[in-house]
């Protein structure tokens, strides 16, 4: 008798118990993001396609002087629309200053916020957004998807390489009382549109540009590793850290170089579409409690961390930190390209940028005392950030990299 062969399936299951090898996700990409020196004048005819007409613009007051929100103010009137500013966002805007912004907004009949600034300013215009057509307070959408209106269309305008905001669907705003930040998400928060004028970004202080640059770099790094790591996220992180990486001192070094100055905002928001997607680590999750106490900034406290937390997270995912010190040509594959020292390198070259800025590399140097940090650890473990570090941290090791920080 003649014997049929079985042929084989087609996809195979993995035997019981085994881990799937590809990460699930689920990758939604909302906003459309236009690129390229001069793309500024472009918002108005930008606004227009999205039907809208009567316009809130936030912005912060010290952009002003750089000319980037009357820039903003033109294009769009040129365009027919009618625009009303709203300036009075501060530097990491907490729910007073969201609720500020939404009185000032609710009677004009708005359509369309527009943002031009940092990622103050877009987290700002996020927060209104929320309040504006969902009422309530910014703690009411703390966590993801609790907006059950629908959300005024957006248009993000940074005018830093740094937050990545404008990729991004979370608002981050800071509780008036306790200040630790709220991560506020949701998909309709999501500019519809981001426009990345390098020219833009030019303006900025010198210390503004290290500052932004050092968090752009940690959230290509961070969001790299971390444990909701999958193949799109890391795709998008791995070439954000190729062009931060390369880039960073080179606009610390030459500020007006507008090709570098365009790579920077190309490698943030591809960072912070990483991070839509993966999230962060444990260095975010230490920086919030130290801008809650001794308002460091964002930036500054994530680069006097973020040796410590790759050190720290080498024991789990070295092979990852080669593949990103060797993209950068931090470490030469012939002459010491081994797993194991990769994570150095990378730390090192962290703590040369931070001095190539000029700006500190202890908590020390920025007045925290050893006494505090016990404190700071109870809180970075309760960051939301933290439990997808990829090396699972204890109240016991975030206080160890405080420390190590000191
Ligand atoms: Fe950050």
Redesign the pocket.
């Known amino acids: 008798m003649k014997t049929i062969a079985t042929p084989a399936p087609a996809h195979r299951l993995l035997p019981p118990g085994t881990a799937w090898p590809l990460q699930p996700f689920d990758f939604h990409a909302p906003t459309r993001i236009v690129f390229g020196p001069g793309t500024l004048n472009r918002l108005g005819e930008l606004a227009r396609e999205l039907g809208d007409t009567r316009v809130l613009l936030v912005t912060d007051p010290g952009l002003e002087e750089a000319g980037h929100p009357q820039r903003a103010m033109q294009s769009l009137r040129d365009a027919g629309l009618e625009v009303f500013l709203f300036d009075a966002v501060e530097q990491n805007p907490t729910s007073a200053h969201v609720e500020a912004g939404v009185e000032f907004a609710r009677p004009l009949n708005i359509d369309l916020i527009v943002s031009v600034g940092g990622g103050s300013a877009m987290d700002c215009a996020k927060g209104i957004n929320f309040i504006l057509t969902n009422g309530g307070t910014m703690a009411d959408y703390k966590g993801f998807g609790k907006a059950q209106k629908p959300m005024l269309p957006s248009i993000g305008v940074p005018t830093t390489a740094g937050?990545g905001s404008e990729a991004q669907s979370y608002a981050l705003i800071a509780d008036e009382q306790t200040h630790m930040k709220m991560a506020c998400g949701d998909r309709k928060a999501a500019f519809h549109v981001a426009i990345l004028d390098p020219e833009v970004t030019v303006s900025q202080p010198a210390r503004v540009t290290a500052i932004t640059g050092i968090?752009a770099l940690?959230?290509a790094l961070e969001s790299y590793v971390t444990s909701k790591r999958n193949q799109l996220s890391q795709m998008f992180a791995r070439e954000a850290w190729k062009l931060l990486a390369v880039n960073l001192e080179r606009v610390l070094k030459e500020p007006g170089e507008l090709e570098a100055r365009g790579a920077m905002q190309v490698g943030a928001v591809l960072a912070g579409t990483a991070i839509e997607n993966s999230m962060l680590g444990a260095c975010?999750a230490c920086a919030n409690p130290l801008t809650a106490h001794y308002g460091i900034t964002?930036g500054l406290a994530?680069g006097i961390l973020l040796p410590h937390v790759v050190r720290f997270n080498a024991a789990a995912v070295a092979p990852l930190y080669h593949d990103l010190a060797a993209d950068s040509g931090f470490i030469d594959l012939e002459q010491n390209g081994h797993e194991a020292t990769a994570a150095e390198h990378l730390a090192r070259r962290i703590v040369d940028l931070m001095r190539v800025a000029d700006l500190p590399t202890t908590l020390a140097d920025c007045g925290v005392s050893a006494g505090i940090l016990p404190v700071l650890a109870d809180e970075a473990s309760q960051q939301w950030t933290a439990r997808f570090n990829p090396r699972p941290v204890s109240h016991g090791d975030l206080l160890g990299l405080y420390q190590a920080a000191m």
């Open positions: 937050t968090d940690s959230h975010h964002h994530i």
